[in-house]
């Protein structure tokens, strides 16, 4: 095994500790954890991920050994497990994302590791916990990192380690959006486009354990009848091309489901149009992306004959705004975790790579119609 994977084997003379996890593929089995009393002298450094610049991602990132802090009093040794390349991580590295954390920056704002090492003054984390990030910014592309214990919330560790990995941005996205914008009851209709998306595949799920329909927008592709089983596998009601959405059929499909109370909306420009078009009166849609770079058009017959509420969604915001309301994350996170231990919400499929790998994982992340998430596992 190369040296390389440190966050997968930590080094201590001839002693070497196993994370639970797995190492670019192959599972470390949970019960060899690290130990209360491990010494982390030998650790010093991490391999990274990180750009100096802001370009094309492929292009600017690079893999490189940064030495760690000293611990504080207040602070974490993390040794991370696994971290998704997720499209906001892209748009940072290109710096057209909202926040952009100084340079030079580790990439990822997802993924889960394992505590190795607590400060004195530490009460709340303990060796051996698994967490993820509060907050975006953090830079999970890395095998291990010294962090504020206040900067990382626990997990718990009977879930899949690609499901806590990819917990902290999708899930939560799709979570809230089914719960704050339209009191939503078994049997109404939500209607989302870029539905084979990670928010779109956890909307479907969750939507489903709570016994709401959703209609599925995806474009076409060469493997549309592969994807649609995927999707209704998943849960979905229905699954629909965006060229369906724009013709008459759309009348036969809600004779056998009501219109829907809420649309979702993570490609915006004509797709946010036509999904405006099939919201029933005062609905809302929501928009939380835009993946065609196009601006959101509101028909003037929308707002007036059908009196449409048109808002938009950041998860990051929400974890800021409820920072102070520590119960508010737990407990959606201990919600989304019993969707998980009962099989009802699951992991997107993930492709697992090893750092070293990281140009070919993001040239496939930013592909076109590709619904395989990228994850680094260390």
Known sequence: MKLSRVSSLLIRGRRVYRAAGSV???PIRDEAVLKNNYSVSAVKDSTALLNRNHGEPSQVVQLESLVLPQMGPESVLVKMLAAPINPSDLNMIQ???????ELPAVGGNEGVGQVVEVGDKVKTLK???WVIPRDAGIGTWRTAAVLKADDLVTLPKDIPVLSAATLGVNPC???RMLTDF???KPGDTVIQNAANSGVGQAVIQIAAAKGIQTINVVRDRPDLRQLSDRLTALGATHVITEETLRRPEMKELFKSCPRPKLALNGVGGKSATELLRHLQSGG???TYGGMARQPVTVPVSALIFKD???RGFWVTQWKRDNKHDEDA???MLDELCVLIRAGKLSAPACAEVCLQDFRKALENAMKPYVSTKQVFVM
């Open 308 to 310: 449409v509420k048109i």
């Open 24 to 26: 670019c593929g192959e």
């Open 173 to 175: 996205t799709a979570f």
């Open 329 to 331: 994350l737990r407990n």
């Open 182 to 184: 339209e009191e939503l």
């Open 284 to 286: 809302s849609m929501v």
């Open 127 to 129: 060796v051996g916990d």
């Open 95 to 101: 710096g057209t994302y909202a926040i952009l954390p």
